[in-house]
Every structure is written in structure tokens, then in C-alpha cells.
């Protein structure tokens, strides 16, 4: 009835072929319409076309190639329009007011792994570059967990490259990821040589691209002592550490590199800009809000900041750097940043990277010119020692890190004084005092009393609590002891992480300005309200954030104008126009692109893109329950395999011992 089998077999797949260009053109048709069609819709398509094109065999060549012709016609135009889009959603990199910022330094970026970069810093070091500063990243492990370090450590150079950093300013330390001993001790907690994972025990790299120090045993020693090292070889003026995250080499990274700071803090004079931030919960594991009509800024994520004592940490003194203007794109296919989260395959940082872009990057400075690094500091009981390490706390355990809290002074039983003393050699001015209380909600210091050697005394109050810092405002000079005493607490026993004093007013090191919308998000290249008016106000650290105090100023379309209103600045901008303002201070200064199209609505080319990001996503959770069925079946045939093995070698055995019996041998 149909013919011939093999005529057959040519109309089914000219019929499968001809359904299959009716889906596909139908979801090309969705993504025009930022909207995916009913599956029953397109599958009752599909059908009704492989049915035509089955029994329909004289037009169903001409319906395939109609069918093939709709979907390159749809798939070039679609193709097309993003490309236009993509170039024309960049934003346009206007501002160069941040050399009080980002000129002239040499700048370090300490991370654990590979990948982890672009997550603590990503957007930052490319504005260092583009001021002309030298960007040095540290990489403490190879990340040789799950991929070899090969692989890894190429990834690492490509992503910068990405970025414009300098192969000769990538320094691999070359210890192994997630190393244990032979109880399960991860490294940090470790008081042995351990061996990674992927079965290392020393130190490795590249042999194009050697280590810092190649051949060095496992040890947390080792690893605190090359962190150190590498600082004071190469002395940048500022460095960027990663914290505690919740991984154990991160932590391993975030508090040796904390205790190597706070090492050459007592042995030199050496006195860097140190900034902590996160690599999870501000970057890769927050929230994935890219896809906004104006960039927003990091979110706070409260609690799960920090895997442990995360308190030690107000969210309302961060300090928030303006990020890379080429690195921000309202299309994600245009950013720098994607374009060195696609250098690492093998981590699917590209997947991530839709959480990573946010128009700051989060950091909190921890000074460095405290005069305590220098002084004899006792207690009168417990370890007095840990308030000078520079660690905001400690962990027995990097595996269970909220559950073994360690590195805090704590007074002993019986101790009425609960008293620490600060002695220097030689006589000083003291302006400001820090304090830094236990970080465990249980155990709160609610006042203490502050005794200088010349009799002046201050009580300083309940401490902040969680073990964020306290500062204590003095005015004292030629001191050369002062002791606090704990008098009021609350909890089992009180305790302090740190204690600082400092001979002046805070001192921010560097200075910048940034515009910032009603809900705090820094302003780039931004399309204003509806309506044509908004207000915006000012970001400043180490200046002054009055709107009076910087000359404002617009250039652009006709009818676009600014002005300072107290403490706003106001920007007119009519519907389809576009301006560059300005504020600047001769020092600071801070430019942003405003446009007005009179809606809040998506642009067409970003709906469409992020249709396309969601079916894309739809696929490769297809392809990984693949190869999860996969593994699953190659682990259930290797069982299968390995019980046969075990019933044959038995079967050997019994066959020998039949043997020995009946025959003697």
C-alpha cells in the first residue's frame, strides 16, 4: 500500500525531518515572541506535519525544503538581532574619575582556586589595569579535586588573559585541592604532611609555568609560609583576599593568609591596603539577578555571608568598588567577565557568572597600621596571643567550622580581673581604639573599662555584637600602657577575637565617587525613570558624599540638564534622548551615561536572550541527567562485572579444592 520497504524507510525520515523543522521553527518563533509556544501546541504541529509529509509523498520534498528554508530564514534573522544587540548593549566605559582609586599600584588578589578571581574580584583588577597598575593573582591550590591541574591552570591563564592580566604575573602556590590526612584532617586542622586528592604530595605546576616553590611537602606550615612569602616578595600596595567560604580551601586560604598578614604585620614595616571578600555567597552562590534593565548591586546574604562568625562582618560597612564599565553589558554575551568565565570549561563558570556581575564588588578593609602588632600584649588569663594574629576568628575543624569556633580569648574560671594589658617600648599617641567581642551570640561584653598608665579611664559600653568591631574614640598621648577590663558580660565567659589602637583618624588609603540610584545601585550607562526625572546620590569613600561639595555637570541631547538639590543630584533627560553627567570634586570624579526611552520595559534583545539562556539551561540539565544515567549504569555494570569476578575466582577456588581432595594435588 505504501511501497516498497525502502521507499518506506525514505518518506519516514522525510517526515521526521519535516516535523522536526516544524519544532524548531516554532521555537525560534517563541523566542521572537519572548514567549515559548504550549508543548501541545508544537507537538500537534509537529504531528499534523509528519503526518503531511508521510502521506503526502509527492510535495513532501518541497515541504521539507520550505520547512528548511523557514527555519534558516528564522534562525540567520534571530542570529542577526543578537549580534546587534549584543554589541549595542555594552555599556559605554565613560567614566575615568577613579585614578585616586586605581592608578599606579601594584595590586595582589590572594584566591584559592582557579576560577575563584573572577568570583572575588572579577570587574575590580580590570580597572586597575585600565588606570595603569600591575594586577598579581595568587592561586593557593591547583584545584585538582575533579580536573587535572593541566587543565585548570591553562584555564586560569586564558580567563586573564581574558581580563588583561599578565601570564608573568600569575603565581600558582601549587598545593593540592581538598587535601586530608590519613584521619580526615583537612590540611588547615593537619599537624602531618598530607596527600591531595588526585593523589599529590608536593608542590606542583606547569612545566612552562612552575610553581612558586616547586616540591614542597603538603603541610599547613608550608602553605602559610609561602603565602607570606610571596606577599613580601612581591610587596603590592594593596591585596585582595578571599574569607571563609564554605569550602575547606577557602578556608584554608582565607585564614593562613590572615595569619601570614598578621606575621609580617609584627616582623616589618610593612603596611599594605588588605580588603576580604567572598567568593560564594556575594558571587557564585548568590542571587542571579544579571538580567535587569539597570544593573543591580550585590545583596546582602545575611547570615550564610560567612560559614562561620559571620557577624565579624557589618554588612553596613563594606566597602563597595565600582566595577569595570566594559565588563557590564546588559547582554551577558558582551562582558568581559563572560568571556573569562567561558575559559573555565571546566568549572561552568559561565553558567555561574549570571550571579557574579553586579554593578560593586563587596569588600571589607581591615587596617593594618595598628600599634598592637609592636606591643607586649598579656592577659590575665587564657591566650593573649590570638588578639594580635589578625584572624576575626578561628576553626578547629574546616570541615564543621561553625560548630568548633576557636581563636578567641577568653578569660579562665576563677579569673575576677579578666584583664588584657598593651605595653609599647616607647611612648604614644593614641586616637582610636578597636575592640572586637566574641563573635558567639551566647557570650556579649556589655561594657569594659579602658585604663591609660596616666590614670585616664573610659568605659566603652556594650560591644558590638557577633564580633563586629567596636571603636572607641580617645584622645591620649605618650601612652606607653593602657589594659582593658572586662567589668559587665553577659554568657559563660567573655571573650575578645582582637584589640587594635591606632594613632589617628581612620585613613581610607584611596578615595572615590560614585553615582547611585534610590535603591542604592551605582549608576553606568542607565536609562532613568519613565518619567524623565530622577534623583540620585553619592557614594563616597575617603571623600566627602554632599552633592554641595562637587561641580555637577552635563553634556548631550538637547533638553537633557542636572542639577544639585541638597544632598541629590537631579537629572532631567526627555524620551529619546541621551547625556554624560558628571560630578567632580578635582580630585574625584564620576561620569555615567543616562538615556530615556519612557518605559521600564526589558529590551527586546535581552527577553530574547534570556529565553534562550533558559532553553540552553533546559538542555544541559537534559545532557546532565544523561550522564548521570550514564554513570549510573557504568557504575551498576561495573558491580554487576565485579560480583561475576568474585563468584568466578570462587568457582576457581572450589574447583582446586575439589581437586586437592579427590586427587591430591
Known amino acids: 500500500m505504501y511501497g516498497t520497504k525502502k521507499s518506506v524507510m525514505r518518506r519516514i525520515g522525510a517526515a521526521a525531518l519535516f516535523a522536526l523543522e516544524i519544532w524548531l521553527a516554532a521555537w525560534l518563533a517563541g523566542v521572537f515572541m519572548h514567549t515559548a509556544l504550549p508543548a501541545w501546541l508544537t507537538a500537534a504541529a509537529a504531528a499534523a506535519g509528519f503526518a503531511a509529509a508521510f502521506f503526502l509523498p509527492g510535495v513532501s520534498g518541497r515541504l521539507c525544503r520550505w520547512g528548511g528554508a523557514a527555519c534558516a530564514l528564522l534562525a540567520v534573522s534571530l542570529g542577526v538581532m543578537m549580534m546587534i544587540y549584543t554589541r549595542s548593549a555594552a555599556y559605554c566605559e565613560v567614566d575615568n574619575g577613579k585614578a585616586a582609586l586605581y592608578a599606579d599600584k601594584k595590586v595582589m588578589v590572594v584566591v584559592p582556586h582557579q576560577d575563584d578571581e573572577i568570583n572575588l574580584a572579577g570587574g575590580v583588577m580590570e580597572e586597575y589595569i585600565r588606570y595603569g597598575s600591575e594586577v598579581y593573582v595568587v592561586y593557593v591550590t591547583n584545584g585538582d579535586y575533579r580536573v587535572p591541574a593541566k587543565q585548570r591552570l591553562k584555564e586560569a591563564i586564558n580567563a586573564l588573559a581574558a581580563l588583561g592580566v599578565d601570564e608573568e604575573h600569575i603565581i600558582f602556590l601549587g598545593y593540592g585541592d581538598g587535601c586530608r590526612d590519613d584521619d580526615g584532617n583537612a590540611l588547615y586542622n593537619s599537624s602531618a604532611s598530607v596527600g591531595s586528592l588526585s593523589g599529590h604530595a608536593y608542590t606542583y605546576a606547569l612545566a612552562d609555568h612552575p610553581p612558586f616553590r616547586e616540591g614542597r611537602l603538603y603541610t599547613r606550615q608550608n602553605v602559610l609560609e ?121 568549572q561552568d563558570e559561565a553558567e555561574k557568572i549570571f550571579r557574579v556581575v553586579n554593578g560593586d564588588k563587596v569588600f571589607w578593609r581591615r587596617e593594618t597600621t595598628s600599634l598592637c602588632y609592636a606591643a607586649q600584649v598579656t592577659a590575665s588569663s587564657g591566650d593573649a596571643g590570638v588578639l594580635t594574629d589578625f584572624l576575626l576568628g578561628d576553626t578547629s575543624n574546616v570541615l564543621d567550622p561553625a560548630n568548633n ?144 561639595s562637587y561641580e555637577i555637570s552635563c553634556t548631550g541631547d538637547e533638553g537633557c540638564r542636572t542639577y544639585a538639590d541638597g544632598e541629590s543630584v537631579v537629572v532631567q533627560c526627555p524620551v529619546g534622548k541621551s547625556c554624560e553627567v558628571t560630578v567632580t570634586d578635582g580630585v574625584n570624579a564620576d561620569t555615567a551615561v543616562f538615556r530615556s526611552s519612557g518605559s521600564d520595559e526589558l529590551p527586546y534583545g535581552m527577553k530574547a536572550e534570556i529565553i534562550l539562556r533558559e532553553e540552553w539551561m533546559k538542555f544541559c540539565q537534559v545532557m546532565n541527567e544523561i550522564h548521570d544515567i550514564e554513570f549510573i549504569l557504568d557504575r551498576a555494570f561495573a558491580i554487576k562485572k565485579a560480583e561475576l569476578m568474585d563468584k568466578l575466582a570462587y568457582l576457581r577456588w572450589g574447583v582446586r579444592r575439589v581437586g586437592e581432595i579427590v586427587f591430591g594435588a
Open 226 to 346: 609561602d603565602i607570606r612569602d610571596v606577599i613580601l616578595a612581591h610587596r603590592p600596595d594593596v591585596i585582595y583576599g578571599v574569607d571563609c567560604d564554605l569550602h575547606q580551601d577557602h578556608q584554608l586560604a582565607a585564614l593562613l593568609f590572615d595569619r601570614a598578614v598578621g606575621e609580617i604585620l609584627r616582623d616589618t614595616d610593612y603596611k599594605p591596603l588588605v580588603y576580604k571578600g567572598f567568593a560564594y555567597s556575594t558571587a557564585f552562590k548568590a542571587t542571579d539577578d544579571f538580567y535587569r534593565l539597570n544593573i543591580k548591586s550585590t545583596i546582602d546574604p545575611g547570615e550564610s555571608l560567612r560559614v562561620f562568625a559571620p557577624g565579624v562582618y557589618d554588612w553596613s560597612e563594606r566597602v563597595r568598588m565600582p566595577m569595570s564599565a566594559g565588563s557590564l553589558s546588559r547582554s551577558m554575551l558582551s562582558s568581559r567577565l563572560f568571556a573569562a568565565a567561558l575559559a573555565h570549561r571546566s
Open 405 to 548: 569556633v576557636t581563636g578567641i580569648w577568653h578569660s579562665e574560671t576563677g579569673d575576677g580581673e579578666r584583664t588584657v594589658e598593651v605595653a609599647f617600648d616607647t611612648p604614644q599617641s593614641i586616637r582610636r581604639i578597636k575592640l572586637y567581642d566574641d563573635p558567639s551570640p551566647r557570650s556579649n561584653i556589655l561594657n569594659a573599662t579602658i585604663s591609660f598608665d596616666n590614670g585616664d579611664e573610659i568605659d566603652t559600653g556594650a560591644l558590638s555584637p557577633l564580633g563586629s568591631e567596636t571603636v572607641i574614640e580617645v584622645s591620649e598621648d605618650s601612652v606607653r600602657s593602657f589594659t582593658v577590663r572586662i567589668t559587665e558580660y553577659e554568657g559563660d565567659a567573655p571573650g575578645l577575637t582582637e584589640i587594635e589602637a591606632y594613632s589617628g583618624a581612620f585613613d581610607a588609603g584611596v578615595s572615590f565617587v560614585k553615582l547611585m540610584n534610590g535603591d542604592g545601585d551605582f549608576v553606568y550607562d542607565y536609562y532613568i525613570d519613565p518619567s524623565g526625572t530622577e534623583r540620585f546620590s553619592l557614594y563616597a569613600y575617603g571623600c566627602s558624599a554632599s552633592a554641595e
